[in-house]
Nanobody, 126 residues
Framework: QLQLVESGGGSVESGGSLTLSCVVSGYFYKQYSMAWFRQAPGKEREGVADIDSDDNPTYADSVKGRFTISRDYANNTLYLQMNSLKPEDTAMYYC????????????????????WGQGTQVTVSS
């Protein structure tokens, strides 16, 4: 059983940067894939980035080149470095974990990651 706690959200101006963190408690298997999702008011939840058990990242087209996902096993933490932020990046961001190799593909095919955090709000002003 894992518990995920996100932090690092806030308000920034367009073009700014933020780094989100997700601390994982419980038994943090390297075999778990992890991912970031986001949901803006009135919009569907979407996958942003995931990282598999071999630390291979996958990104949504909307964030490629701007966001970087990484994980620190020593500190049981998942990160999302967000640069060149745009107003359309405004959303609640969620950390997830699952034993499936590709969480974004899992979600796109109708699956649902097993573990979710409570979310952290990111607001980007123009």
């Amino acid at each position: 059983q894992l518990q995920l706690v996100e932090s690092g959200g806030g308000s920034v101006e367009s073009g700014g940067s933020l780094t989100l963190s997700c601390v994982v408690s419980g038994y943090f298997y390297k075999q778990y894939s992890m991912a970031w999702f986001r949901q803006a008011p009135g919009k569907e939840r979407e996958g942003v980035a995931d990282i598999d058990s071999d630390d291979n990242p996958t990104y949504a087209d909307s964030v490629k080149g701007r966001f970087t996902i990484s994980r620190d096993y020593a500190n049981n933490t998942l990160y999302l470095q967000m640069n060149s932020l745009k107003p359309e990046d405004t959303a609640m961001y969620y950390c997830t974990a699952d034993t499936s190799r590709g969480i974004l593909k899992l979600y796109d095919s109708g699956g649902y990651p097993n573990y979710w955090g409570q979310g952290t709000q990111v607001t980007v002003s123009s």
